[in-house]
Nanobody
Framework: QVQLVESGGGLVQAGGSLRLSCAASGRTFSSYAMGWFRQAPGKERQFLARISRNGGNTYYADSVKGRFTISRDNAKNTVYLQMNSLKPEDTAVYYC??????????????????WGQGTQVTVSS
């Protein structure tokens, strides 16, 4: 069992930046690849980024490539999402998720085993 808790969301103006954190507890954090997703009202949960267990490899959705950066610190059991050049359409609840498989391009929400409760990000125009 892995428990995930996101933090760092909030209200930011368009063009601004936020860094989300996701703290993990329970089983060995480094045994899991980690992903970030978001869900806007009335929309499906959307894959954003994934990072391998040792942090050496990352994969991004085209919609955030070049603006968002996923990273992790296994010593702190934490994964991050740095978000730059934010747009109003980035407004959503952001979730982190854990998955024990090695393959990098796992983008379906149903393929992830553990989820956090989400943190709200609101980007004003």
């Amino acid at each position: 069992q892995v428990q995930l808790v996101e933090s760092g969301g909030g209200l930011v103006q368009a063009g601004g930046s936020l860094r989300l954190s996701c703290a993990a507890s329970g089983r060995t954090f480094s045994s899991y690849a980690m992903g970030w997703f978001r869900q806007a009202p009335g929309k499906e949960r959307q894959f954003l980024a994934r990072i391998s267990r040792n942090g050496g490899n990352t994969y991004y959705a085209d919609s955030v490539k070049g603006r968002f950066t996923i990273s992790r610190d296994n010593a702190k059991n934490t994964v991050y999402l740095q978000m730059n050049s934010l747009k109003p359409e980035d407004t959503a609840v952001y979730y982190c998720a854990a998955d024990s498989r090695y393959y990098l391009r796992i983008i379906r929400p149903q393929d992830y085993e553990y989820w956090g409760q989400g943190t709200q990000v609101t980007v004003s125009s």
